[in-house]
């Protein structure tokens, strides 16, 4: 086919088959012998599968649609920039329908032969995918005080958990804490007053232990140590991951034995304990809440 054709099969590919659920389309536009890699990480074989696959995306996202960025065409081969968009109604990953707006990008690199789709390679951001599902709706978030951190919001925290124990024992710096907020795989949330000044921190990593959240780190401004701001930002992970996980699991330092104390009042029992982990002559207690 012309590169022009097979630019077209691309487009009715996305504007037909899926932005428009065609799936009698299936026939038309696909191999029966495809293999396909789908946005989300899946790899199916033949038109069977890739029609369980779409159908998979059709209950996670009903209303789920492909927007082309760019085409890009050479013999029989067409490289697609795209961004797919919907609300998160069905399971997906492990985690039921949470509302969620999402939003994410993706390239596809797609064989074609004989007027139909040999193979489709496809690569989307799931990170941010998983991370929006997670997220859920905004005002989930607004109601409990609590936000994603805006770029002088993790200045602050960098300064906050730079000064404050166990990372001053631990031997971390400014530079190393503000990489560790940075971090691409972590949530990391401020907890703010009535007046909107950040109060505390709370650093979460979506699937840090075997798949499950992890309080990566968790910090209260001395100024307001005591009014029950380290209780809110943890009741607030267990809100936000509670139904769609089943544990939630922290980490803390032997010589931290206040923080300790919090954790066990709210739940949280030691599992795990890792000596001489960070430091000589310490230990890192790896604790452990059932949510559901």
């Known amino acids: 086919m012309p590169i022009g054709e097979n630019h077209q099969l691309i487009e009715r590919y996305y504007n037909e088959l899926w932005n428009e659920w065609k799936l009698d389309l299936i026939g038309e536009l696909i191999a029966r ?50 961004t797919y968009s919907g609300t998160h109604r069905g399971e997906l990953f492990g985690m039921a329908g949470t509302g969620a707006k999402v939003r994410y990008d993706g390239v596809a ?119 029950g701001v380290g209780t809110r930002m943890l009741e607030f992970a267990e809100r936000l991951f509670g139904g769609k996980v089943r544990d939630i699991f922290l980490c803390v330092s032997s010589f931290n034995p206040a923080a300790r104390r919090l954790y066990e009042r709210l739940g949280y029992r030691m599992v795990g304990e890792f000596p001489d982990y960070v430091i000589a002559g310490a230990s890192e207690v790896l604790m452990h809440k059932r949510l559901v």
């Not at 649609?65 to 013999?75: K, P, Q, S």
């Not at 602050?156 to 971390?172: F, H, K, N, V």
């Open 109 to 227: 690199i797609f064989a074609i032969a004989d007027r139909r789709i040999q193979s489709g390679y496809v690569i989307g951001d799931t990170a941010a995918l998983r991370r929006q599902m997670i997220l859920g709706p905004e005002e989930c978030r607004r109601d409990a005080g609590m936000a994603l951190a805006t770029r002088a919001e993790e200045e602050w925290a960098a300064d906050l958990m730079s000064a404050s124990e166990p990372w001053i024992t631990l031997g971390r710096g400014r530079a190393l804490c503000l990489r560790s907020l940075r971090n691409p795989a972590h949530l990391l949330f401020i907890a703010h007053d009535e007046e909107g000044r950040p109060r505390g921190f709370l650093l979460l990593h979506p699937e840090g232990v075997v798949g499950a959240p992890y309080v990566r780190s968790i910090a209260v401004d001395p100024a307001c140590r005591g009014e």
């Open 33 to 82: 012998d495809i293999e396909f890699r789908g946005s989300i990480g899946t790899t199916v074989r033949g038109a069977d599968a890739f029609r369980e696959y779409v159908l998979t995306i059709r209950d996670a996202f009903p209303d789920f649609h492909n927007t082309i960025r760019e085409l890009i065409g050479e013999g029989g081969r067409v490289a697609a920039r795209l």
